[in-house]
């Protein structure tokens, strides 16, 4: 199957996905602060530098693209072009993934990953405040 873009137009689309400030993790960050949560953003000093750190709960919260990491829902697909360095990217995004939460978890952090497909559709405000209790009661 052919890319439906020029090497231009996909270059420009590729170009303009953030690292961070993601609307997912905005979504987040402003639910969990509106609750009363304060939280240091995108801190490098941890593995992976997290998306939100909560240093009184002693947890940190990953905001994962489906895409990117590899989440078994339907929003991920794999891609029909170039399939082995989309296979490899990823394949090692996820096993990053995998070694900075147990480097994390290794010195007493409660990591926790919610994924954009939580995000969207009538499950976002449950999952939401899923999220905020599984911080919370970690304390």
């Not at 231009?8 to 609750?35: A, C, G, Q, T």
């Not at 939460?101 to 497909?117: D, F, Q, R, S």
């Amino acid at each position: 199957m052919a890319d439906n873009h020029s090497k231009e137009v996909r270059s420009m689309n590729m170009s303009h996905i953030r690292s961070k400030d993601s609307k997912p993790e905005e979504k987040v960050r402003k639910y969990l602060f509106s609750r009363g949560l304060r939280y240091r953003k995108n801190d490098r000093r941890f593995p992976g530098c997290p998306d939100l750190v909560f240093p009184k709960y002693k947890t940190i919260v990953f905001v994962n693209g489906c895409f990117w990491h590899h989440h078994n829902c339907s929003r991920f697909v794999w891609p029909a072009s170039n399939t082995e360095y989309w296979h490899r990217k990823i394949d090692k995004n996820v096993e990053r993934d995998a070694q900075n939460t147990h480097i994390l978890k290794e010195h007493g952090w409660n990591v926790i990953t919610i994924w954009e497909c939580e995000l969207k559709g009538t499950a976002a405000d449950e999952n939401l405040r899923n999220l905020y209790n599984a911080i919370i009661e970690n304390s």
